[in-house]
């Protein structure tokens, strides 16, 4: 077994260590609406947000493209496996400070920042428009959207059912967000798995084990599941601020943030392949449904935290890319 080969081997263990904890920093962003509701019990929630991850996972390799090969050229050689593994390195890190603060943090920016400050400290070619078209457009939009559809459809559901009897109503929307849920899930699959094959199918281009930039079968069913048992694993303190913290939401409520949240996801992932953050997404959907109520209803003080946050992960993540680049590259040469 040569070193490039060994260094390989590693960088595909270290990315699914982040598709692990990309799946419990995420896990919430599924099921904290529907448990915060009690439309389901935290473990059946889990359950079901591993398993609708696995198979959003499997569906499609589109955002694992945008991300393998349209952040930055194409490394190769040993130097180019130190810009990944920086990256990954850079990407866990930021995952597990705002997971321990409980702060829904977005994982895919902490990526896409891990490979920009790793390629800059390299002294490599960063893609800057793909990075405006691919990542900053959506990541400015996408929250955007968000907020207006979830506020649009709580209007539009609190006028279909404004005669309805609350309590059967509340009964039937606890049971549409089973399959409200079940979507998020899916097209948190759709959205996160890719980025994970996207660095793992990067790692093996660079290494020279593949020739083109074609995601294998056996990358695809490793970070699906690595996704789902990090998903498994769970997330609560994450869950406790997009559940509770931001509003208190009833069930029509959670079942329009799930729907809007979920539409956004898979929209993006298989009409225009651009890997957004569902975290973003799913955050500012349930803050666009509280502002149904009234705005003062959002507790915005938190919301200005969770946006901090938003800010900070595409620098952090990319500042600690590149120092731990600096220390593999001086250690190894």
Same mark, same amino acid.
């Given at each position: 077994?040569?070193?490039?080969?060994?260094?390989?081997?590693?960088?595909?263990?270290?990315?699914?260590?982040?598709?692990?904890?990309?799946?419990?920093?995420?896990?919430?962003?599924?099921?904290?609406?529907?448990?915060?509701?009690?439309?389901?019990?935290?473990?059946?929630?889990?359950?079901?947000?591993?398993?609708?991850?696995?198979?959003?996972?499997?569906?499609?390799?589109?955002?694992?493209?945008?991300?393998?090969?349209?952040?930055?050229?194409?490394?190769?050689?040993?130097?180019?496996?130190?810009?990944?593994?920086?990256?990954?390195?850079?990407?866990?890190?930021?995952?597990?400070?705002?997971?321990?603060?409980?702060?829904?943090?977005?994982?895919?920016?902490?990526?896409?920042?891990?490979?920009?400050?790793?390629?800059?400290?390299?002294?490599?070619?960063?893609?800057?428009?793909?990075?405006?078209?691919?990542?900053?457009?959506?990541?400015?939009?996408?929250?955007?959207?968000?907020?207006?559809?979830?506020?649009?459809?709580?209007?539009?559901?609190?006028?279909?059912?404004?005669?309805?009897?609350?309590?059967?109503?509340?009964?039937?929307?606890?049971?549409?967000?089973?399959?409200?849920?079940?979507?998020?899930? $899916?097209?948190?699959?759709?959205?996160?798995?890719?980025?994970?094959?996207?660095?793992?199918?990067?790692?093996?281009?660079?290494?020279?084990?593949?020739?083109?930039?074609?995601?294998?079968?056996?990358?695809?069913?490793?970070?699906?599941?690595?996704?789902?048992?990090?998903?498994?694993?769970?997330?609560?303190?994450?869950?406790?601020?997009?559940?509770?913290?931001?509003?208190?939401?009833?069930?029509?409520?959670?079942?329009?943030?799930?729907?809007?949240?979920?539409?956004?996801?898979?929209?993006?992932?298989?009409?225009?392949?651009?890997?957004?953050?569902?975290?973003?997404?799913?955050?500012?959907?349930?803050?666009?449904?509280?502002?149904?109520?009234?705005?003062?209803?959002?507790?915005?003080?938190?919301?200005?935290?969770?946006?901090?946050?938003?800010? $900070?992960?595409?620098?952090?993540?990319?500042?600690?890319?590149?120092?731990?680049?600096?220390?593999?590259?001086?250690?190894?040469?």
């Amino acid at each position: 077994m040569d070193g490039l080969f060994l260094a390989m081997v590693v960088i595909v263990v270290v990315a699914l260590a982040f598709d692990y904890t990309n799946g419990f920093h995420d896990a919430a962003n599924s099921i904290a609406v529907a448990v915060s509701t009690k439309a389901l019990t935290p473990k059946v929630a889990l359950a079901l947000a591993a398993v609708m991850n696995l198979v959003g996972a499997l569906i499609s390799t589109e955002v694992a493209k945008t991300v393998g090969a349209g952040i930055i050229d194409t490394p190769e050689g040993g130097g180019g496996l130190q810009i990944v593994f920086a990256a990954l390195v850079g990407a866990i890190t930021w995952n597990l400070i705002t997971w321990y603060f409980g702060l829904p943090s977005s994982s895919s920016h902490a990526l896409i920042g891990g490979l920009v400050g790793a390629a800059l400290a390299a002294v490599h070619s960063v893609q800057w428009m793909g990075i405006v078209e691919k990542v900053v457009v959506p990541m400015v939009l996408s929250p955007l959207v968000g907020f207006g559809l979830g506020y649009l459809f709580m209007l539009a559901i609190l006028w279909s059912f404004r005669g309805a009897n609350v309590t059967r109503a509340n009964r039937g929307f606890r049971y549409a967000q089973i399959v409200s849920s079940a979507t998020m899930a $899916l097209g948190h699959g759709l959205q996160d798995a890719q980025k994970t094959m996207g660095i793992i199918t990067l790692a093996l281009v660079t290494a020279g084990q593949i020739d083109t930039f074609e995601v294998p079968f056996w990358v695809i069913l490793a970070a699906a599941l690595a996704i789902s048992a990090g998903t498994y694993a769970g997330g609560f303190r994450i869950m406790r601020t997009l559940g509770r913290r931001i509003i208190q939401l009833t069930p029509a409520g959670g079942f329009s943030a799930q729907t809007v949240a979920s539409a956004v996801m898979v929209t993006t992932a298989t009409v225009f392949a651009v890997p957004v953050s569902t975290t973003h997404i799913t955050t500012t959907s349930i803050m666009g449904v509280g502002a149904t109520r009234r705005l003062s209803a959002v507790r915005w003080g938190v919301a200005g935290n969770i946006v901090v946050a938003w800010v $900070l992960t595409l620098p952090a993540a990319g500042a600690v890319a590149a120092g731990v680049y600096y220390v593999v590259h001086a250690i190894v040469g």
